[in-house]
């Protein structure tokens, strides 16, 4: 989906070094071909991030708000699979009735299949999908529409093809290094149950995170010290998906999404059971007036959904800047909670109070 209106979901990204200065000449080389062109393979090229058919790349349609606003297109035809057969099947009819045959071999259903397909695939239209992404260049931050892994590895590839810089995707593990230049396999797993040894605690570093970040909010009441970007505060809210390693049958996981899923009786049982969060929704606001609603994948930080704060701007462009910025704001605070966790959890005697703490949060929740 796009990043000039509605919901956004998408990845942030580092940009390790700054846009080339002749970067929409670079997008504008690789711009998607006419749908003329189109045939049974993907094709694929930049479009502006207005919609899918606009090919022209420049200052008035690859620029919003003083940022990068495309799009990489990704165009096919193909065949319905039941239009394919039904013209197929019809073709061995005609075929057996001329040849008085009961049957077709193999070699003529072969050359019937490539003779109809040559001839329906022009007439097909061209399917259209799209990965959109914008920059915030001073920030060095790409936010990008992919969430499947399939589609950012396509992205990224081209993406770097075309500027000649790879961006790296902050999920939890290169959050932690690039920007904290923290190793994520010193951060040790916190056992939130009062039942299992701490031996045992496990979950993936992103869920770890995300179901501390529960913890703390509970523990605060979602106050958050006060930042240079303001005073902010956060819930932690359903639906909530629990996760936990099996012992040779693979993940366990369970999702609470009715009623008051952060204090019911089922969110404990999990969290006694050594389950860890590995999505949940984070509602934050600045001043009490100002609210981001977003739905967080534990173990990518992908953002699904997020409800932006309401901008005062009526002009494109300065709309697309105070969007822009509201993404700023959000992923500033969020790794700046994650870099908050890493400390704690990396430094021996902090997380030994942590861990006393989080079984204390556990045993004292009303539900069981």
Known sequence: MPFDHGNVTCRVCLLPTDLPADVLKRFEAKA?????????????????GRHLLERRIDEETAILGGHLHLCLRQAQRKIPTSL??????????????????????????????EEVTLNLLPK???????????????????YV?????????????????????????????M???EL??????????????PELPDGNAGGTLGQNFLTWLWFLQEETNGELPKTQLGEF????????????????????????RKGAPTISAEAKSALIVGKKLKRAKIILARAKTELWNVTIDADTFVLRGMKLPEGEALEAGAAFEERVINLHVFQAL????????MKEVRDSAKFAILQKRAKQWVKERAGK
């Open 32 to 48: 998607a071909g006419s749908l003329d062109s189109v045939k049974d393979e993907v094709q694929i090229g930049w479009v502006s």
């Open 124 to 142: 097909m239209p061209p399917q259209l999908s799209g990965t959109y992404f914008t920059v915030d260049a001073p920030m060095k931050r790409l």
């Open 334 to 341: 969020f790794y700046a909670l994650f870099e908050r966790y």
């Open 84 to 113: 394919l057969r039904a013209e197929c099947r019809m073709q061995e009819l005609a075929y057996m009735a001329e040849n008085k045959t009961p049957v077709v071999n193999r070699k003529e259903r072969k050359r019937i299949k």
């Open 233 to 256: 505060s956060f819930v932690i809210d359903g639906p909530l998906t629990f996760i936990a390693e099996g012992e040779g049958n693979g993940a366990h996981e369970s999702t609470l």
């Open 175 to 177: 959050a932690a290094r």
């Open 180 to 193: 904290f230049e923290a190793n994520p396999d010193a951060a040790p797993p916190v056992n939130y149950s």
């Open 145 to 173: 529409s992919a969430t499947s892994d399939k589609q950012l590895e396509n992205f990224l590839a081209f993406f770097s093809q075309t500027t000649g810089i790879e961006p790296i995707p902050l999920g939890p593990e």
